[in-house]
């Protein structure tokens, strides 16, 4: 069975091809918009593996890894960890599912992540899910999880929502400029906030059915 590493080579001129559809949205938004809860549903609906950055680099914490140490200090202070790390973790998982179908989330968080992950993929996003979401209320959300999360005490929470602002919005507004960014108000009810999704993902969407 080919898997996502064997489906990039290289053309005669260097750059990378895929010759494997392979399926890949990423989901972004604040810390707290509702990316995991979401990802979720739409896993259930239309046959996503979802992968969220954040939980693979707490998984490599706990798996007692030699880039755990730093990965932990990295989470504490609200920082993002160096895309070669992220980026391998990502390519082992879609290696391990045997999908070809990912939604990718919290990921890319900045220009270094965004930059690495194609180059070292040659993959681009079919379009961006972005949960758009005021920061008062994902501080709410954050504050009430519950998930036993170093991150999650409001001393972290200003730090990440800073780095949020300046270095994943950016992203953001890159894929928008690409016009590949879908747009969902997050504040809404859970089963709203689906509802709009189910838009986006609806096969009439040509480049989703394809
Ligand atoms: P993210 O992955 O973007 O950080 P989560 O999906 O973990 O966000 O959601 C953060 C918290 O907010 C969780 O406790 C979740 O149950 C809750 N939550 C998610 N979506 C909503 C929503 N639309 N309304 C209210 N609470 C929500
Ligand atoms: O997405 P999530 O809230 O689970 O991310 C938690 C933390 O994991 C981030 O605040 C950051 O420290 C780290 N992270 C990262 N690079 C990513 C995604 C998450 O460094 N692409
Ligand atoms: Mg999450």
């Known amino acids: 069975m080919g898997t996502v590493l064997d489906a990039a080579t290289k053309d005669a001129n260097g750059s990378l091809l895929t010759d494997k559809k392979v399926t890949v949205v990423f989901v972004l938004g604040g810390p707290g918009s509702g990316k995991g809860t979401q990802c979720a549903n739409i896993v259930e609906h239309y046959g996503y593996t979802h992968l969220s950055a954040g939980d693979l680099l707490r998984a490599e914490i706990k798996s007692g890894s030699e880039n755990g140490t730093m990965i932990q200090n990295m989470i504490k202070e609200g920082k993002i960890v160096p895309s070669e790390v992220t980026i391998k973790l990502l390519q082992r998982a879609m290696n391990e599912s045997g999908n070809d179908k990912f939604l990718i989330d919290g990921f890319p968080r900045n220009e270094e992540n965004r930059a690495a992950f194609e180059l070292v993929t040659g993959m681009e996003p079919t379009f961006v899910l972005f949960f758009d979401c005021l920061e008062e209320e994902m501080e709410r959300r954050l504050l009430s999880r519950n998930q036993g999360r170093e991150d999650d005490n409001i001393e972290t929470i200003r730090k990440r929502f800073r780095v949020y602002m300046e270095s994943s919005l950016p992203v953001i507004e ?29 096969p009439s969407n040509a480049e989703v059915a394809a």
């Open 174 to 202: 890159y894929y928008n400029s690409k016009g590949k960014v879908r747009k969902i108000d997050a504040a809404k009810p859970v089963e709203e906030v689906f509802e709009a999704v189910k838009e986006v993902f609806t």
